[in-house]
T-cell receptor, first 115, second 110 residues
Framework: ETGVTQTPRHLVMGMTNKKSLKCEQHLGHNAMYWYKQSAKKPLELMFVYSLEERVENNSVPSRFSPECPNSSHLFLHLHTLQPEDSALYLC??????????????FGPGTRLTVT | QKEVEQNSGPLSVPEGAIASLNCTYSDRGSQSFFWYRQYSGKSPELIMFIYSNGDKEDGRFTAQLNKASQYVSLLIRDSQPSDSATYLCAVNAGNTPLVFGKGTRLSVIA
């Protein structure tokens, strides 16, 4: 256990559904991240939050909407997804962003399948 | 554009041998370097980090950093089948989140 939890662990949704992924960290960290990992592809950074402010948005389609209500919780709201959005969605946290020694700790991920 | 390059593999080594995984990076300002292990279907797990030139040992793992040549490597001594996984190199240049490589798939053959 890394101190980062994600729910649900598996999600199957249709293209017209709306769902949310949840991430919670118990490490006292100030930065949280969403990554997408597709089969046989590298990690793709989606969003970064530092002290509940979004500091990075890597050209992610608007059908993905992040929310960070406090430094311990991070959500990813999903709507009208496409089959190519099927992937492992990983949440991570770190002590902060902008210092060289800040390693990231990952949650177990949510395996998303869009039908 | 900051880049982190890794050979995708697979790298196959016999059980008990030394596995050597390499990573190069483009940003000379990079200051900290991380190795993650990812088993199939699981999330990445931090196994080592290194900040200074030279070697850093932790059990069977040794990280080696050469900033002049812009490469970092991970050696796994006495490789075990349980070491079979994808190893991700990640680099931090200060004001940005970690930049990850694509990973090298290691297969340890019993």
């Amino acid at each position: 256990e890394t101190g980062v939890t994600q729910t649900p662990r598996h999600l199957v949704m249709g293209m017209t559904n709306k769902k949310s992924l949840k991430c919670e960290q118990h490490l006292g960290h100030n930065a949280m991240y969403w990554y997408k990992q597709s089969a046989k592809k590298p990690l793709e950074l989606m969003f970064v939050y530092s002290l509940e402010e979004r500091v990075e948005n890597n050209s992610v389609p608007s059908r993905f909407s992040p929310e960070c209500p406090n430094s311990s919780h991070l959500f990813l709201h999903l709507h009208t997804l496409q089959p190519e959005d099927s992937a492992l969605y990983l949440c991570a946290s770190s002590q902060g962003v902008g210092q060289t020694t800040y390693e990231q700790y990952f949650g177990p991920g949510t395996r998303l399948t869009v039908t | 554009q900051k880049e982190v390059e890794q050979n995708s593999g697979p790298l196959s080594v016999p059980e008990g041998a030394i596995a050597s995984l390499n990573c190069t990076y483009s940003d000379r300002g990079s200051q900290s370097f991380f190795w993650y292990r990812q088993y199939s279907g699981k999330s990445p797990e931090l196994i080592m980090f290194i900040y200074s030139n030279g070697d850093k040992e932790d059990g069977r793992f040794t990280a080696q950093l050469n900033k002049a040549s812009q490469y970092v490597s991970l050696l796994i001594r006495d490789s075990q089948p349980s070491d079979s996984a994808t190893y991700l190199c990640a680099v931090n240049a200060g004001n940005t989140p970690l930049v990850f490589g694509k990973g090298t798939r290691l297969s340890v053959i019993a």
